[in-house]
């Protein structure tokens, strides 16, 4: 079975921490799919990252950077220098090869005060 | 417009009628899903179509919920004999292709009173 873990509900921090959101996935399938997405008070989802399972290696994009290990079953999302404009809900979602579907977690809140 | 647009924004409806909402997806994009959003989670997942056809229709909850797609663009999510469980955020989304990059609209809310 398909499920996404986000264990962390809620992260408060001050501006300039650095913070990570935990993501733990399951799934039996070998060829399969990482997402991460920012939903801001707005509603928009925004998409940030898409990772294959084929590809371990670590994703660093200005102050998001991305974990992916395989042998945790995890895709950890870490923002450097947190800022307040990266206050939103952040989920991670799995999709397998042959469903196109994105199963997500329940998401984790960040706030990030001045 | 640039990105996936889904009209109404908000609809309030009594319990047991019938809802239309409506999804424009990025021009050019083959895929579109529909997924519903509760409060305090995650999108879930209702259906999938690749270009007419709903190659994925396995989160629709019951035979009240049906979405079509009938050229290839533009998608109706049609929601029958409404029910108070159904509130929630309506999400709409579109891809080139399936497991490639998802854009998603700003949803439909729905209140089911």
Same mark, same amino acid.
């Given at each position: 079975a398909q499920k996404v873990t986000q264990a962390q509900t809620e992260i408060s921090v001050v501006e300039k921490e650095d913070v990570t959101l935990d993501c733990v996935y399951e799934t039996r399938d070998t060829t399969y799919y990482l997402f991460w997405y920012k939903q801001p008070p707005s509603g928009e989802l925004v998409f940030l990252i898409r990772r294959n399972s084929f590809d371990e290696q670590n994703e660093i994009s200005g102050r998001y950077s991305w974990n992916f290990q395989k042998s945790t079953s995890s895709f950890n999302f870490t923002i450097t220098a947190s800022q307040v404009v990266d206050s939103a809900v952040y989920f991670c979602a799995l999709s397998e090869y042959n469903t196109d579907k994105l199963i997500f977690g329940t998401g984790t809140r960040l706030q990030v005060f001045p | 417009g640039a990105g996936v647009s889904q009209t109404p924004s908000n609809k309030v409806t009594e319990k047991g009628k019938y809802v239309e909402l409506r999804c424009d997806p990025i021009s050019g994009h083959t895929a579109l899903y529909w997924y519903r959003q509760s409060l305090g989670q995650g999108p879930e997942f209702l259906i999938y179509f690749q270009g007419t056809g709903? %190659? !994925? !229709?396995?989160? =629709?909850? +019951? !035979?009240r919920f049906f979405a079509v797609r009938p050229e290839g663009s533009v998608s109706t999510l049609k929601i029958q $004999?409404?029910? $108070?469980? !159904?509130s929630a955020v309506y999400l709409c989304a579109s891809s =080139? %292709?399936? +497991?490639?990059e998802a854009f998603f609209g700003q949803g439909t809310r729905l209140t089911v009173v």
């Open positions: - | 709903a %190659a !994925d !229709d396995s989160g =629709l909850p +019951n !035979d $004999r409404t029910e $108070r469980g !159904d =080139l %292709a399936g +497991n490639t």
